[in-house]
């Protein structure tokens, strides 16, 4: 017979783990956002936040909800095979319209320019911010419906410290632009979805 003590201990203490450890990341994280506030001054942080702030609402339209419709029906599913189907399924979806939107939006960034200047200049790594936003979405849901809930904290991690640790140090020892950033953010997020 198992020990009920024993399961509930250990639940309490993974909970307490990654609550405790989620907590540390997001203090970190507003601590250095501060940093980076102060040293792009108003101007340049409006630029940054509209860049990121459209691309990141864009990225959750373009994953239309796939994040927790993994999480809900991957445990569902008894085989392997299942699991990976319908996740594949889920990135043929994304990568389909992904390639629609970014067809759209450079057609309407030629034709109509109601593009603000901040976003023509980092148009290319804007569309492709999009794409890598709603495919780590896919990939979040995939890890919660597989269980692997404690890679999540990690990713976490990774996500929101070591971006914003590399800008500060770019924008304090070399360029305080906007672009630092963005550029820094899309950069990370891609090397992570690899």
């Known amino acids: 017979m198992i020990n009920k003590d024993k399961i509930y201990s250990e639940i309490l203490r993974s909970t307490a783990k990654f609550?405790?450890?989620?907590?540390?990341?997001?203090?970190?994280?507003a601590l250095l956002s501060i940093i980076t506030v102060r040293l792009l001054g108003p101007t340049e942080l409006g630029k940054l936040s509209l860049t990121t702030q459209?691309?990141?609402?864009?990225?959750m339209f373009l994953?239309?909800?796939l994040t927790s419709t993994l999480a809900k029906f991957i445990?569902?599913?008894v085989r392997i095979e299942e699991k990976g189907d319908l996740y594949s399924k889920c990135l043929i979806l994304i990568l389909?319209?992904?390639?629609?939107?970014?067809?759209?939006?450079l057609i309407l960034s030629f034709f109509?320019?109601?593009?603000p200047p901040e976003i023509k200049e980092v148009k290319i790594a804007f569309i492709i911010f999009i794409g890598i936003s709603a495919l780590y979405s896919v990939n979040t849901?995939?890890?919660?419906?597989i269980g692997k809930f404690n890679l999540l904290p990690k990713l976490d991690v990774l996500q929101s410290l070591v971006p914003k640790i590399i800008t500060i140090a770019l924008?304090?020892?070399?360029?305080?632009?906007?672009?630092?950033?963005?550029?820094?953010v899309f950069f990370l997020t891609f090397l992570h979805w690899e």
């Open 112 to 115: 109509f320019p109601l593009l």
């Open 63 to 65: 994953g239309v909800g």
């Open 19 to 29: 609550t405790s450890m989620k907590f540390v990341v997001t203090f970190l994280a």
């Open 75 to 77: 445990p569902e599913k």
């Open 54 to 59: 459209i691309a990141g609402v864009a990225g």
């Open 171 to 184: 924008l304090y020892f070399w360029l305080r632009s906007f672009k630092i950033p963005f550029y820094n």
């Open 96 to 105: 389909l319209l992904f390639l629609t939107l970014a067809g759209l939006f």
């Open 141 to 145: 849901g995939m890890f919660k419906g």
